[in-house]
């Protein structure tokens, strides 16, 4: 049977210098030269090839929350899904005078993807992500207007690294977590998903996967859609998890 395991990253597959701990990135290696398929699910974007440069990844990963993919061996991104221009300015344009940590704007040019301040975005270049940071108390404000918005999809969850700040990640309509994984799945032949994740944007996985674990600090909701719980991403759960049952 062709399995893929898909893990998210963050409160999921790193440790909490957001890194991945140099022994598992080693076990990895050696699951994935054993032939298992393993892949990466994120709402990160350029900062992936730093964190994820010891793993010999043969399958790309999906990142921005599945608008683009990353394939290691090509060194390029492939399969992007942007926000037309349209949505982009009517986004912006919603949010003026609203008060921020962070606002930001992910565009992909010449297999550059860059994080730029909203005003520095250039209207020639691919609209990814928006990125939002920002407080508990500010945040409801942001779903109310999101949610007025068509033609998009977007993402409220707390910053793993954080005791107070709260993140939104906006992508095109259409785009998950759910549907870049059904595509490599599609592309790849898989005939098994199982996947892994601590967040409630993680949860489209699990529309996809035909087994979806949640990690032991995973939040409540994640843990009640999963079909078990595994160990944290202290223990190192989601390798110890393959390396029993692959």
């Given at each position: 049977m062709n399995v893929l395991y898909?893990?998210?990253l963050d409160g999921t597959l790193l440790n909490d210098n957001q890194k991945v701990d140099m022994n598992v990135a080693k076990q990895i290696n050696k699951l994935i030269d054993?032939?298992?398929n393993f892949t990466i699910s994120t709402g990160r974007g350029n900062s992936i090839k730093e964190i994820l440069k010891d793993i010999h990844f043969k399958i790309p990963i999906m990142v921005l929350n599945g608008a683009l993919n990353y394939d290691f061996d090509k060194k390029e991104y492939v399969d992007s899904k942007a926000i037309p221009n349209k949505k982009v300015l009517e986004i912006i344009e919603s949010f003026k005078g609203f008060s921020f940590e962070k606002f930001?704007?992910?565009t992909l040019v010449n297999n550059n993807l860059s994080c730029l301040a909203v005003s520095d975005w250039n209207r020639e270049s691919d609209c990814l992500a928006?990125?939002?940071l920002n407080t508990e108390e500010r945040i409801e404000g942001e779903e109310e207007i999101l949610s007025k918005i068509s033609g998009i999809n977007f993402f409220l969850n707390k910053k793993v690294y954080s005791n107070n700040e709260w993140f939104c990640d906006i992508i095109a309509e259409g785009v998950s977590k759910a549907s870049?994984?059904?595509d490599l799945k599609e592309k790849y032949r898989f005939d098994k998903i199982i996947a892994f994740g601590d967040s409630e944007n993680d949860l489209p996985l699990a529309e996809v996967a035909d087994?979806?674990?949640a990690v032991a600090?995973?939040?409540?909701?994640?843990?009640?859609?999963a079909a078990g719980v595994i160990g944290?991403?202290?223990?190192n759960g989601v390798v110890n998890f393959i390396m029993q049952n692959s």
């Open positions: 898909v893990s998210d054993n032939g298992i930001q704007i992910q928006f990125n939002i870049s994984l059904r087994e979806f674990y600090n995973a939040a409540d909701a994640v843990k009640q859609r944290s991403c202290h223990d």
